[in-house]
């Protein structure tokens, strides 16, 4: 059974380009969390989605950032004219589907992709 | 809003030393509590995983014990070896919050040979 698969690994973009991350959850899960990483930080939670529904995006930036999880292939994280200050690394953790193991469950975190805005 | 403190950030110490990592959270409410290793650059490896109804588990070298309703835990690092120098992050699951995790911002540890 693969892990939580992201890519790609490392993303460098210049000022005002699009960012995409692209997470795979592990085979089963059904739920998916994106964090940030600022640079000598800990994980920030930035959205949780289940397939095709935002179930809660209270740590997304306003503008600029959307995630969405089709009932087919992998979820996404956009990040439209991007700037320095979303240099970081993004995150994404799966859960299984049902809702009561999704919570007690560990959450499985893939390798992350690091961006990189010059 | 749940808040999660790591202390020390910092820590170095020579090797074969036991040594205590902490953790505290501010809301008891919570599913589990899982310990996160970070090695330079990379991604998480999970290394203990405490449920809310858990005293503590072990794996190995390392033990984690909860203490939920004093928003505490430990994470003890037994006979510490050059390679377990990296950042150790706790993170916490909330039961009102759908699930997702806060985290803290870590203890990076040293250990010397």
């Known amino acids: 059974n693969a892990g939580v698969m992201q890519n790609p690994r490392h993303l460098v973009r210049r000022r005002g380009q699009e960012a995409r991350l692209r997470c795979s959850p592990m085979?089963?899960?059904?739920?998916v969390y994106w964090y940030r990483q600022l640079p000598e930080e800990g994980l920030k939670f930035m959205v949780y989605l289940q397939k095709e529904n935002i179930i809660d995006e209270s740590g997304m930036p306003k503008e600029r950032f959307s995630a969405e999880f089709p009932k087919e292939g992998p979820s996404i994280l956009r990040i439209q004219q991007v700037v320095r200050g979303d240099s970081a690394a993004y995150f994404c953790?799966?859960?299984?589907?049902?809702?009561?193991?999704?919570?007690?469950?560990?959450?499985?975190f893939g390798p992350g992709t690091r961006l990189t805005v010059l | 809003k749940q808040e999660v403190t790591q202390i020390p950030a910092a820590l170095s110490v020579p090797e074969g030393e036991n040594l205590v990592l902490n953790c505290s959270f501010t809301d008891s409410a919570i599913y589990n509590l899982q310990w996160f290793r970070q090695d330079p650059g990379k991604g998480l490896t999970s290394l203990l995983l405490?449920?809310?109804?858990?005293r503590e588990q072990t794996s190995g070298r390392l033990n984690a014990s909860l203490d939920k309703s004093s928003g505490r835990s430990t994470l003890y690092i037994a006979a510490s070896q050059p390679g377990d120098s990296a950042t150790y992050l706790c993170?916490?699951?909330?039961?009102?919050?759908?699930?997702?995790?806060?985290f803290g911002d870590g203890t990076t540890l040293t250990v010397k040979p």
């Open positions: 953790a799966s859960s299984p589907s049902a809702a009561e193991r999704a919570y007690t469950d560990t959450q499985y």
């Open positions: 405490i449920q809310s109804s858990q």
């Open positions: 993170a916490v699951r909330g039961s009102t919050n759908a699930g997702k995790s806060t």
């Open positions: 085979k089963g899960h059904s739920h």
